[in-house]
């Protein structure tokens, strides 16, 4: 059994982790904090309406004191995820950081520091990855096309509402280096609005061109080629497939993928190793993935204040694939 803590009560907590963690087996959320009185009873009143049974705290301080934890999911404003992850390292706990892990690389590379190091949740790795790296060759250049968008407005976060790039974005940036096992090299053509952000990546075995948007319809499609322009793969989620899943048992894809990682965790006892015996590869995120991911962002983001110019990644931020 894996027992969490959820510092944060927003609407990640409320529509992604306790659905998951109900949904799982040997997963069990033991306690949440959260300084609105309000939204942390809310998490507490759906945990316990789904037959679990939590503590609720103000802060994270209080938490770490009065409960023993195996795992603290990070999933407050943006802002708090460096603090919140120092502070549970302090007291010898890991963290799961939602994404995107710190405001900025330097924040990233903190978290990179912290002992236990902290995991990332990248969670595409677990719906669009999980249905995908199976059929993509180990060798060879790839061809990659990502696209995520969905409408921000209609999530009602209760404080945050990220940029594009940062809320959607950097899904694809880590989806992309995880489907092709590939470094980040640079980033072109980039073109960068609050709610909407484009990309290509150069890998150090292919290319990915990245669009995303929070102001649209949700749809989630990555594609795959060789070189030769041979389709290799393809996941495709949201649009009326979306809407109807419930009449074709199709699961909701947020709840779904958290439900997998919390469950890859359950199963890897939080290990980052390559591979777990009897389970073959992990696709578990560690805190060297978040700084890879901020790394492409910094680089995008100087491509599209030069108009769309090729900028190189940070060779000295990015960990070898």
Not at 46 to 66: E, H, M, R, S, V
Not at 86 to 99: D, F, M, P, T, W
Not at 154 to 173: C, K, N, S, T
């Given at each position: 059994m894996i027992r969490l803590g959820?510092?944060?009560?927003?609407?990640?907590?409320?529509?992604?982790?306790?659905?998951?963690?109900?949904?799982?087996?040997e997963v069990a959320i033991d306690a949440f904090a959260d300084p609105n009185r309000e939204r942390l009873d809310r998490c507490l009143g759906l945990?316990?309406?789904?037959?679990?049974?939590?503590?609720?705290?103000?802060?994270?301080?209080?938490?770490?004191?009065?409960?023993?934890?195996d795992l603290l999911v990070v999933a407050a404003p943006l802002d708090r995820h460096v603090a919140l992850a120092e502070e549970a390292g302090a007291a010898g706990v890991r963290s799961l950081i939602e994404k995107p892990p710190a405001p900025d690389l330097a924040g990233a590379r903190r978290l990179a520091e912290l002992e236990p190091e902290p995991l990332l949740a990248f969670n595409r790795r677990f719906l669009?990855?999980?249905?995908?790296?199976?059929?993509?060759?180990?060798?060879?250049?790839?061809?990659?096309?990502?696209?995520?968008?969905?409408?921000?407005?209609?999530?009602?976060?209760?404080?945050?509402?990220?940029?594009?790039?940062?809320d959607a974005g950097i899904h694809l940036v880590d989806l992309a280096c995880h489907l092709s096992s590939a470094a980040p090299i640079a980033v072109r053509h980039a073109e960068i609005a609050p709610q909407r952000a484009s990309l290509e990546l150069e890998l150090s075995r292919g290319r990915a061109r990245i669009e995303c948007a929070t102001d649209r319809g949700h749809r989630e499609a990555v594609s795959v080629r060789d070189r030769s322009g041979k389709l290799v793969a393809r996941s495709t989620w949201g649009g009326l497939r979306s809407r109807f899943g419930g009449l074709t048992g199709r699961p909701d894809p947020l709840a779904a993928s958290l439900q997998r990682q919390l469950e890859a965790l359950r199963d890897s006892a939080f290990v980052l190793s390559p591979s777990i015996p009897g389970k073959g590869r992990t696709p578990l995120a560690g805190a060297a993935d978040g700084v890879n991911a901020m790394a492409v962002v910094e680089a995008a983001r100087r491509s599209a204040e030069l108009g769309g110019a090729e900028v190189t990644v940070d060779p000295a931020a990015v960990v070898p694939a």
């Amino acid at each position: 059994m894996i027992r969490l803590g959820v510092a944060g009560c927003g609407r990640i907590a409320e529509r992604g982790y306790v659905p998951a963690a109900l949904a799982a087996e040997e997963v069990a959320i033991d306690a949440f904090a959260d300084p609105n009185r309000e939204r942390l009873d809310r998490c507490l009143g759906l945990w316990q309406a789904g037959g679990g049974g939590a503590n609720g705290y103000a802060d994270l301080t209080d938490l770490l004191a009065a409960e023993t934890i195996d795992l603290l999911v990070v999933a407050a404003p943006l802002d708090r995820h460096v603090a919140l992850a120092e502070e549970a390292g302090a007291a010898g706990v890991r963290s799961l950081i939602e994404k995107p892990p710190a405001p900025d690389l330097a924040g990233a590379r903190r978290l990179a520091e912290l002992e236990p190091e902290p995991l990332l949740a990248f969670n595409r790795r677990f719906l669009q990855g999980a249905e995908l790296q199976g059929s993509i060759p180990a060798e060879g250049w790839l061809e990659l096309d990502l696209e995520l968008r969905f409408r921000q407005g209609a999530w009602r976060a209760h404080e945050v509402r990220d940029e594009a790039l940062l809320d959607a974005g950097i899904h694809l940036v880590d989806l992309a280096c995880h489907l092709s096992s590939a470094a980040p090299i640079a980033v072109r053509h980039a073109e960068i609005a609050p709610q909407r952000a484009s990309l290509e990546l150069e890998l150090s075995r292919g290319r990915a061109r990245i669009e995303c948007a929070t102001d649209r319809g949700h749809r989630e499609a990555v594609s795959v080629r060789d070189r030769s322009g041979k389709l290799v793969a393809r996941s495709t989620w949201g649009g009326l497939r979306s809407r109807f899943g419930g009449l074709t048992g199709r699961p909701d894809p947020l709840a779904a993928s958290l439900q997998r990682q919390l469950e890859a965790l359950r199963d890897s006892a939080f290990v980052l190793s390559p591979s777990i015996p009897g389970k073959g590869r992990t696709p578990l995120a560690g805190a060297a993935d978040g700084v890879n991911a901020m790394a492409v962002v910094e680089a995008a983001r100087r491509s599209a204040e030069l108009g769309g110019a090729e900028v190189t990644v940070d060779p000295a931020a990015v960990v070898p694939a």
